[in-house]
């Protein structure tokens, strides 16, 4: 027998009543609990260790080690979600629906002779960088001097201070940040 209805949440209900057919309700159950279970938990080398129909497009895994969450968007390859995600993205190299992450900073930097510095992220971007901005963290230190962005990779980025169109010059300087990548 089949499932004798469905739930509020479209799931297979049996009657007490019915004939049993514990072969078909057993797969009845099954493809459900496959529509629907879409996430795993456990530690970092167990989603490592993930292979063939164990990963799938669309899984989820949650790492009780890491405290981290990852998504396999293609069924190989796993793309640490973040809290920050962004729904399609039509433009560029980007296409379909792309989970960005987001990294942020202030720290106070030596300068060179040129005003210049370079910062690393707190974490390397997996794939790309879609934007940095960088902001005179400390106007009072550095009155109207302008912080220009150069050299992003996805490990980090270069930043140089200007004082109209001249170079700011050497010493120390804040410098607040924001990235966006995926």
Known sequence: MAADSYGSHNE??????????????????????????NRKVG????RSALSGSDIWA??????????????TPDGTSWVKESMFAVG?????????????LQQAGSAIVSLSSTGAANFTFPTAFPNGVLTVIALNGDDSARPQQFVS??????????????????AAGSGSARVNWFAIGW
Do not use: I
């Open 88 to 100: 399609s993205v039509a433009s560029g190299t980007l296409s379909g629906a792309v989970s960005f």
């Open 12 to 37: 297979p209900q049996f009657s007490a009543t019915g004939a049993p057919d514990d072969a078909n309700d057993l797969t009845t159950l099954g493809a459900y609990a496959a529509k629907v279970g």
């Open 58 to 71: 669309g899984l989820e895994f949650y790492e009780t080690d890491t405290k981290s969450t990852y998504v």
């Open 149 to 166: 962005v150069r050299n992003v990779s996805v490990t980090g980025f270069d930043v140089r201070f200007t004082s109209g169109t001249s």
């Open 43 to 46: 530690t970092n080398a167990q």
